[in-house]
């Protein structure tokens, strides 16, 4: 486990880093622990506040990575764009934040027990994104979630594990008391295929979300007129169905408990998976094919490359939730 603890020894540094580069403008909150390791130990879950509080309450857009313990490339990309986004002498310093026009809120590392045990499931051995409860039409026999047991990959788990517990009091906080607001939230994966895919939901069945028609035109407007061309935007099922999604569970939520009750409310929860192709870079690398973390991660060469590649992705969904639901109508 040293090395995997020394990796998250680093991605805490530099969260208090960008804590501190946020100056009042920032705030760490912990939001609960990780489940427990075999020596007894919870890892402790941040989420970074960032901007006004009147933003944070009228603006919310929410980023978060880690879910998947090996998946570091998402943690690193999303430190990045903080970096970024926080310094005055960057290009890409966001002036936003400071005006108060939009509230970021950000968990870096869901699964701090699954970054330090370099696993893709946390301590007890659940894979978070399989853990929701929700049950697909059909789903892949193992991939799609399985209900065996925790020494096999993709396990379900039998309830609701202290991580996903977690990452559901931070959306509940932040994104389900506002009243006119576009709220997109975007969770950072890595190792599905060759390209980039912005996924919205469902990923546990074919039928279409509510927000199907609002999800194709933020897609449009982000390939069209700002030129994200190499990211590929669609309903996640249409790659693959999973069980257990907790952003299937969160948006039926938000439907249930905030939209049924006011028919009128001008806002939206929008969750997107961004899931980064890194199996581009095999055929120069095969090593990778049997490094443990190959092939959720692109090759150290590239990395730097790869991560500053997605600031300017970034930086325009963050401003998405400047907007209005009534500008996409
Ligand atoms: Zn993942």
């Not at 926080?86 to 869901?110: C, F, M, Q, T």
């Not at 039409?137 to 309830?159: V, W």
Request: glycine share 10%.
């Amino acid at each position: 486990m040293l090395r995997g603890l020394r990796r998250l020894n680093r991605y805490e540094r530099r969260i208090l880093e960008i804590v501190k580069l946020g100056g009042k403008n920032a705030r760490l909150q912990q939001f609960g622990f990780s489940s427990k390791t075999e020596e007894g130990f919870r890892f402790p879950i941040h989420a970074i506040e960032i901007g006004t509080e009147k933003a944070i309450r009228k603006n919310p857009v929410g980023i978060v990575a880690g879910v998947h313990g090996l998946e570091t490339i998402g943690i690193r990309v999303l430190l990045d764009f903080l970096e970024f986004i926080l310094n005055k002498r960057n290009s890409g310093y966001l002036a936003d934040v400071e005006k108060g026009k939009v509230g970021i809120i950000v968990v870096p590392i869901v699964n701090p027990g699954g970054v330090a045990k370099k696993t893709r499931s946390n301590p007890a051995g659940v894979d978070l994104m399989r853990n929701s409860g929700v049950e697909a039409e059909s789903a892949p026999l193992l991939f799609g979630g399985q209900k065996f047991s925790a020494k096999l990959p993709y396990f379900r788990g039998r309830t609701l594990e202290p991580e996903s517990r977690a990452l559901y009091r931070y959306v509940h906080k932040y994104f389900f008391s506002t009243e006119d607001a576009i709220m997109p939230v975007l969770d950072l994966h890595s190792g599905f295929g060759t390209v980039d895919h912005v996924w919205w939901p469902y990923a546990g069945t074919k039928r279409p979300c509510v927000d199907t028609q609002l999800f194709e035109k933020i897609a449009n407007y982000m390939q069209t007129r700002l030129g994200h061309t190499k990211y590929r935007f669609g309903p996640q099922s249409e790659t693959y169905t999973t069980h257990g999604d907790l952003w299937d569970r969160f948006y039926d939520h938000f439907q249930e408990k905030i939209i049924a009750k006011n028919e009128n409310i001008n806002s939206r929860f929008l969750p997107l998976t961004l899931e980064i192709g890194t199996w581009s870079d095999i055929k120069e690398n095969p090593s990778k094919l049997f490094r443990k973390r190959g092939i959720f991660n692109p090759a150290p060469e590239n990395k730097k490359e790869t991560i500053v590649g997605y600031r300017d992705f970034l930086r325009d969904f963050v401003l998405l939730g400047k907007t209005k639901l009534g500008n996409w109508l």
